[in-house]
């Protein structure tokens, strides 16, 4: 096995470059200090080509890993759309399910948390049931416990009729039978169910199909 010998350790801030050769040629390998410290090297210390290649396959994983931290502290992300985002930046899948991961075990993703927040979230944007279950559908996740919508069904009803009230109130002059038309299509773009509709309908007088 090739042996290559550590010439010179030099630390900075964060980093550290070690330089390193055989009896031919000189090598420099620049390490976060996370990853040397994991690790540390010693000046005329005797190390092979394996242990320089895992020292480069460690950075890259701690490069991802820092770039998912920063992603997190800026906005929130579901398992998901953080797996989405890595892999147009990183092609090594098991690094980044590695992290995903590591920060779902240590509660820095959650992914029940992320649907919550994002129903309140489409809720508060008078969006409908329909529509944020395709949404989420759209964010990777096949099935939600409905429950999460039961809970603002009540908040979902009293926007279906605040934003039929301003519809109708557009289109007065329509006929009833196209402002019917409309004011359907409408409500169930944004995502209301067909009950939430009927009732609106008949609250407004209009007869439902």
Same mark, same amino acid.
């Given at each position: 096995?090739?042996?290559?010998?550590?010439?010179?350790?030099?630390?900075?801030?964060? &980093?550290?470059?070690?330089?390193?050769?055989?009896?031919?040629?000189?090598? @420099?390998?620049?390490?976060?200090?996370?990853?040397?410290?994991?690790?540390?090297?010693?000046?005329?210390?005797?190390?092979?080509?394996?242990?320089? &290649?895992?020292?480069?396959?460690? @950075?890259?994983?701690?490069?991802?890993?820092?770039?998912?931290?920063?992603?997190? =502290?800026?906005?929130?992300?579901?398992? %998901?759309?953080?797996?989405?985002?890595?892999?147009?930046? %990183?092609?090594? &899948?098991?690094?980044?399910? #590695?992290?995903?991961?590591?920060?779902? #075990?240590? =509660?820095?993703?959650?992914?029940?948390?992320?649907?919550?927040?994002?129903?309140?979230?489409?809720?508060?944007?008078?969006?409908?049931?329909?529509?944020?279950?395709?949404?989420?559908?759209? &964010? =990777?996740?096949?099935?939600?416990?409905?429950?999460?919508?039961?809970?603002?069904?009540?908040?979902?009803?009293?926007?279906?009729?605040?934003?039929?009230?301003? %519809?109708?109130?557009?289109?007065?002059?329509?006929?009833? @039978?196209?402002?019917?038309?409309?004011?359907?299509?409408?409500?169930?773009?944004? =995502?209301?169910? @067909?009950?939430?509709?009927?009732?609106?309908? #008949?609250?407004?007088?209009?007869?439902?199909?």
């Amino acid at each position: 096995m090739k042996m290559y010998k550590v010439n010179n350790v030099i630390y900075f801030d964060k &980093e550290v470059i070690v330089t390193y050769s055989d009896n031919v040629k000189q090598s @420099e390998l620049k390490i976060s200090l996370e990853n040397y410290l994991d690790n540390p090297l010693v000046i005329s210390q005797e190390i092979s080509l394996k242990v320089i &290649e895992e020292f480069k396959r460690k @950075e890259e994983y701690l490069k991802l890993k820092n770039y998912a931290f920063l992603l997190i =502290g800026k906005y929130e992300y579901s398992s %998901y759309k953080l797996l989405k985002v890595l892999s147009k930046k %990183y092609n090594n &899948e098991k690094d980044i399910k #590695k992290v995903i991961k590591e920060f779902t #075990k240590k =509660g820095y993703l959650n992914d029940d948390e992320y649907i919550s927040n994002y129903i309140e979230k489409k809720i508060s944007k008078k969006y409908g049931t329909s529509r944020i279950k395709m949404e989420l559908l759209n &964010e =990777g996740f096949e099935k939600v416990d409905e429950s999460l919508f039961e809970k603002y069904i009540d908040i979902e009803i009293a926007n279906a009729e605040s934003l039929a009230k301003k %519809y109708m109130a557009k289109y007065q002059n329509v006929s009833s @039978e196209k402002l019917k038309q409309k004011l359907y299509r409408y409500l169930y773009g944004l =995502g209301y169910q @067909e009950h939430i509709i009927e009732q609106i309908f #008949k609250k407004n007088n209009l007869t439902y199909y």
